[in-house]
Every structure is written in C-alpha cells, then in structure tokens.
C-alpha cells in the first residue's frame, strides 16, 4: 500500500487508456483468436510476429503493447521463454480481454475508438476550461466529459466493484489523470494542507479566486469528487475535505513530490501517448511524430526553460521515490 505508487498510477491513468484503445483500435483481440484458430486451442499462445504480420504493423512494438497488455490482466503472455526476442515472444487473450472483440455485445471496443477519436484529446483542457468556467453547453465532447466526472464512483463503490482490475478503469483512466494534473496546477494538495481540520468547498474557491477570478464552486467540487474516488482526497466530514497519504504526495513542500511528474505527464506525455497508434504502425518514436525532434532536443527549442526545468523536476523526484 504505497502511497506514492497509488496516487502515480492516477497520474499515468491515460496510458493504460491509450494503450488498451490502440490495442481495440488494431483489433489484436481479434488477431490473437484468428491466429488460435489452426490450434485445437480456440484461447492458445500466438507470437507477437504473426498477430503484427496479420495486422501490417510493427512487430517489436507489437510485443511491447502485449507485454503492456499482460500487465493490465487482458492477455497473457507464455512465460516458459523469457529470453525470447520480442518478435517470437508468444501472447493469448485472456477472459478479461473478450469484451474488446469488435462483435462482442458489451461495445468496449466501439467505446474506447470514440474515445481516441473525441473525448482524449478534448480532456487536454480541462484544466483550462474548469479554471475560466468556460460555457461548454453547446460542446458534446465537453458535455461527456463533465457527466463522466459528475458520475465517478466513491472510493468505496471502486474498491467494492473492483474498478481498478475492470475495463471501465481503463475507460475512464484518462479523466483522473487531467484532473490530478488541473490540482497541481491549482496546487490543491497545498491549499488543503494549510488547516489540519480540512477545508470546506467555500475555502477552496477564496483560495483560487485571485488566481482564477471566473473560478465557481461547481467545477472544484467536480474535480474533487474525481480525486475522493481516486483516493487522494477524503470527505466531506462536516463539509470539510482533505489529503489521503497518497494526496500528501502532490504538495510542494515535500521530498519526492509528485506534483512536478502531474505536471509533466499530465501535459507533455499525455499529449505524446496519443500518437501511440502512430509508433505500433510504425515502429517511430511518438514524441517526434508529434513535435518534430526528440525530447531532449525538444527542451532545448523552448524558448524558456521552463520545459527543461519541469523534466529535471519530475525526473528527479521519481529517482527520490526509487531511493526511499
């Protein structure tokens, strides 16, 4: 139960979002099958080479989206090898994995291509819109994103539903990871640490005003109902909210904060992970696919150092979590 790595999985959220749509997006659930067929196993182990040769796309990134797909509980991969090259290393679909066959009833598959296409790069934003309480009545992108966040299940109804082993965790992984990065930016963690009783939805608002003068109660309560349910904040005991241990981990003042890494993924990763069709297709990095130069050389572009100076931040704090 490491704080740090609780609230750093809510920070990275949009890679599993990412991944898991790319891998609904080349229909590789459908290729692990198809490729089962010639076993007598309908559910056999399948390389990374023949599922990428039946798709036309990149093998070794093919095999690495896999093994990131093993991880998250949707395929499995053959663990008599370890050694094997990428491109013979062997992978089935797990149950989990079913529902993102493209006839599967559920519509998983449907629903994360959307996703892709509209709500993930909308989510960008919602810093920005949320901060000058920008009207997005007439924005069907924006209308979703708000009802998703209004409906985010308590920390308790996750944990009952087991919601982080579940595909809707990888659905809506995404949202969390700009809401936690909208409260670095409002430096929320540190707003709340300043009283030790909590403080109240009114507080929060007097303390973003000066900030964000067009700020309303309604869009800090829906980020804060977003964090409660990630369980990086508690409340509200008598209207009152504060930080959970893995919240602590996003304040300012502490050693191996999280609130630089927020920061970072929440803008320059998050943005590069949707190209990541463009890498499984290609084998290319996505970072250059979408700036043009690799990261380093990207940061020394800038015309402030600001980039630089966030990087070294983050870096740095996670090279401080390592060493604890």
């Not at 459908?30 to 990149?58: N, P, T, Y």
């Not at 934003?125 to 009207?135: C, P, R």
């Not at 000066?210 to 369980?231: F, H, K, Q």
Request: with cysteine; aromatic share 10%; net charge negative.
């Amino acid at each position: 139960d490491d704080p740090f790595l609780r609230a750093f999985l809510v920070i990275t959220g949009f890679m599993r979002t990412q991944a898991v749509g790319v891998f609904a997006q080349f229909q590789l659930a459908e290729a692990l099958v198809e490729e089962s067929k010639h076993s007598s196993d309908s559910f056999s182990f399948v390389s990374a080479a023949m599922v990428a040769q039946q798709k036309g796309i990149h093998t070794h990134a093919t095999c690495r989206l896999l093994r990131f797909m093993d991880q998250l509980g949707l395929v499995e991969e053959e663990r008599s090898h370890p050694h094997d090259r990428e491109g013979t290393s062997r992978f089935r679909l797990c149950a989990k994995g079913i529902p993102l066959l493209a006839h599967h009833p559920s519509g998983w598959r449907d629903r994360f291509l959307d996703i892709q296409d509209r709500l993930y790069p909308t989510c960008q934003d919602l810093g920005t819109v949320l901060s000058n309480a920008e009207d997005i009545s007439n924005n069907t992108s924006w209308k979703d994103l708000r009802r998703m966040m209004d409906q985010w299940p308590s920390v308790q109804e996750s944990e009952t539903n087991m919601r982080v082993a579940s595909l809707h965790a990888f659905f809506t992984a995404f949202v969390a990871s700009q809401c936690v990065r909208t409260a670095a930016e409002w430096e929320l963690a540190d707003i709340l640490e300043k009283d030790a009783e909590g403080r109240t939805l009114l507080d929060l608002v007097k303390e973003l005003r000066p900030r964000y003068p067009a700020i309303c109660e309604e869009n800090v309560l829906c980020i804060l109902r977003v964090l409660m349910g990630e369980g990086l904040i508690t409340g509200p005991l008598h209207d009152r909210y504060s930080l959970s241990r893995a919240g602590q981990c996003l304040r300012t003042d502490i050693r191996a904060s999280l609130h630089p890494v927020a920061l970072f993924y929440g803008g320059c990763y998050y943005d590069v992970w949707g190209s990541l069709s463009h890498s499984i297709h290609t084998g290319h990095s996505a970072f250059v696919h979408r700036h043009g130069m690799p990261l380093f050389e990207f940061g020394e572009a800038q015309p402030t150092r600001t980039f630089s100076l966030l990087y070294q931040a983050q870096l740095r704090s996670i090279q401080e979590w390592e060493t604890e």
